[in-house]
């Protein structure tokens, strides 16, 4: 339950922030880029260890790569709205129903894993809380401020805003009719996902391919925020064994 609720309410926290603070594109940017340092860390110390250590064989990989490649093919239908690009479009040309789909799967997919995690507060839970929030902050700007929203019925931003907070409580939901056997492959996918969207963010190209301190120090503390969760996490693991 607590489970549920934190996802629902990352979603709606992060659109209600959008809504009100959309017009702010660099905190968007920065919250973006905060995100991908703590969620590449979450990857790389959590998924990864987990799904290698698995006994579902040694061709994870290639459901990792999967994880790569379905979310490029997802981008082709939200316009790189994890990454923070919604500036570059307009309503025209992201379309509200490409845009729910493409979100939909990717939260959907991302709920899968969750179904056999152990923990109610698993790092793997938090990195999907800590992603939801800037890409809930994007799409709340996106959808409430546009400037044909007050002519048209807030009714379709509110079902998409809808369905993307329920997506990945419904695929935790499925995930529970899953043979347990199977999360590291699920697993596997979604490590390939957040690989994807982290590294596109953080490896972007600066303005002028120029240093930029500021985003370095977001990664930096994004990144350590998912450090000291890892050291928390790994502490409470070794505690609840005993």
């Known amino acids: 339950m607590i489970t549920v609720v934190l996802l629902i309410l990352s979603v709606i926290t992060g659109v209600f922030l959008g809504k009100h603070f959309g017009k702010k594109e660099k905190l968007a940017k920065n919250l973006l880029v905060l995100s991908a340092g703590f969620l590449i860390t979450i990857c790389?110390?959590?998924v990864f260890p987990?799904?290698?250590t698995s006994e579902a064989g040694s061709n994870l990989g290639i459901f990792v790569i999967a994880g790569v490649l379905l979310q490029m093919i997802l981008e082709a239908l939200t316009k790189g709205f994890e990454h923070g690009h919604f500036h570059h479009h307009n309503e025209h040309n992201i379309l509200p129903v490409a845009l729910m789909v493409g979100l939909f799967v990717?939260?959907?997919i991302e709920g899968i894993p969750l179904a056999n995690e152990e923990q109610q507060l698993s790092p793997y839970l938090l990195g999907i809380v800590f992603h939801n929030l800037p890409i809930?902050?994007?799409l709340g700007a996106f959808l409430f401020n546009r400037k044909n929203e007050s002519k048209t019925?807030?009714?379709p931003s509110l079902l998409i805003v809808a369905l993307f907070s329920l997506a990945s409580p419904m695929g935790m939901l499925l995930g529970n009719y899953f043979n347990p056997g199977l999360q590291p492959y699920f697993l596997a996918i979604v490590g390939g996902i957040f690989l994807h969207i982290s590294s596109v963010i953080i490896f972007?190209?600066?303005?002028?391919?120029?240093i930029d301190w500021v985003k370095i120090g977001l990664v930096i503390v994004g990144v350590s925020l998912a450090l000291i969760m890892h050291l928390f996490h790994s502490h409470s693991a070794a505690g609840h064994s005993h």
Request: glycine share 0%.
């Open 44 to 46: 790389l110390n959590e």
């Open 50 to 52: 987990q799904v290698y």
């Open 106 to 108: 990717h939260a959907f």
């Open 136 to 138: 809930s902050f994007i």
């Open 153 to 155: 019925s807030p009714y």
């Open 204 to 210: 972007e190209s600066n303005k002028n391919h120029n």
